[in-house]
Nanobody, 124 residues
Framework: VQLQASGGGLVQAGGSLRLSCASS????????SGWFRQAPGKEREFVAA????????DYADSVAGRFTIAKDNAKSAIYLQMNSLKPEDTAVYYC??????????????????WGQGTQVTVSS
């Protein structure tokens, strides 16, 4: 499984960015998907997840109400719409998929395949 994340960049606080993650084949319809991030000097943390079927989502408390995860199985892609960005959102963002997923479940751990990461920098 190969994942390619894109869409990061530099944005002012309060701004928006949309991250994309592409893969070949039916990756996102076969696996549960998620976004994670890692800030300098910190451990990688969960951001958002979407079920294999796309009907269930989950968010970290720090991003709930500001970020939205979505998927497009026809395009074999997932997205992370990030609004009202804060300087503390600055990190490298990674997309990931999790095998052995139940169709309607989301997961915060157990991910096996990772994209290369895309840098998001939010200036104050």
């Amino acid at each position: 499984v190969q994942l390619q994340a894109s869409g990061g960049g530099l944005v002012q606080a309060g701004g928006s960015l949309r991250l994309s993650c592409a893969s070949s084949g039916r990756t996102f319809s076969r696996y549960s998907s998620g976004w994670f991030r890692q800030a300098p000097g910190k451990e990688r943390e969960f951001v958002a997840a979407i079920s294999r079927g796309g009907g269930t989502t989950d968010y970290a408390d720090s991003v709930a109400g500001r970020f939205t995860i979505a998927k497009d199985n026809a395009k074999s892609a997932i997205y992370l719409q990030m609004n009202s960005l804060k300087p503390e959102d600055t990190a490298v963002y990674y997309c990931s998929v999790r095998p052995n997923s139940i169709n309607s479940a989301t997961y915060r751990n157990g991910y096996s395949y990772w994209g290369q990461g895309t840098q998001v920098t939010v200036s104050s």
